[in-house]
T-cell receptor, first 114, second 114 residues
Framework: EPEVTQTPSHQVTQMGQEVILRCVPI?????FYWYRQILGQKVEFLVS????????KSEIFDDQFSVERPDGSNFTLKIRSTKLEDSAMYFC????????????FGPGTRLTVL | GESVGLHLPTLSVQEGDNSIINCAYS??????FIWYKQESGKGPQFIID?????DKRQGQRVTVLLNKTVKHLSLQIAATQPGDSAVYFC?????????????FGSGTQLTVLP
């Protein structure tokens, strides 16, 4: 069964450093999402992406965040200058279309900012 | 602001019993609801969904009920098994633009007792 994959599973970085989190959505999906989950808290929406541009973004998704689909399979989240409070699980999700379609989530990347 | 929340943070049930997990939502514009299961260290896993034009939907061992009058959503798990132990999140979404952002509730920890 097709699934969303994410790499790395765990990323440790120093405050102020740039990180890139990678996702490979399900191959025939067209809509892509990033969410984050701070330890013990609920999952929060960051950004959605369709047709090579951002569709929606939340207040969390400020100028230090960016997303890109560099090729036909990868979808990346870049954090330019990490802060301690960026430590969280980051989940990628994808859907076939933007209607009432199920969002399938990847296993997540645990980001730890020291 | 609008939010999705869960009534009970923890729920313990005996193996073989039925489980009921509840969720309240406050955004009357939401038109699609999803239940996700999250096991430790993993991403949210789709369980079942329901559109706002329905009151009930059944899956394998799971049933979702939607009461739009009181803005309440529930997940019923029949014959709960040890593998059902996880955190369960409800999520709501509103068709907005070309991609739907999900708003998650805070989660209920379901523990199945032997």
């Amino acid at each position: 069964e097709p699934e969303v994959t994410q790499t790395p599973s765990h990323q440790v970085t120093q405050m102020g450093q740039e990180v890139i989190l990678r996702c490979v959505p399900i191959s025939n999906h067209l809509y892509f999402y990033w969410y984050r989950q701070i330890l013990g808290q609920k999952v929060e929406f960051l950004v959605s992406f369709y047709n090579n541009e951002i569709s929606e973004k939340s207040e969390i998704f400020d100028d230090q965040f960016s997303v890109e689909r560099p090729d036909g399979s990868n979808f990346t989240l870049k954090i330019r200058s990490t802060k301690l409070e960026d430590s969280a699980m980051y989940f990628c999700a994808s859907t076939r279309d933007g209607g009432a379609d199920t969002q399938y989530f990847g296993p997540g990347t645990r980001l730890t900012v020291l | 602001g609008e939010s999705v929340g869960l009534h009970l943070p923890t729920l313990s049930v005996q193996e073989g019993d039925n489980s009921i997990i509840n969720c309240a939502y406050s955004n009357s514009a939401s038109d699609y609801f999803i239940w996700y299961k999250q096991e430790s260290g993993k991403g949210p896993q789709f369980i079942i969904d329901i559109r706002s034009n329905m009151d009930k939907r059944q899956g394998q061992r799971v049933t979702v009920l939607l009461n739009k009058t009181v803005k309440h959503l529930s997940l019923q798990i029949a014959a709960t098994q040890p593998g059902d132990s996880a955190v369960y999140f409800c999520a709501e979404t509103i068709h907005s633009g070309s991609a739907r952002q999900l708003t998650f509730g805070s989660g209920t920890q379901l523990t199945v007792l032997p």
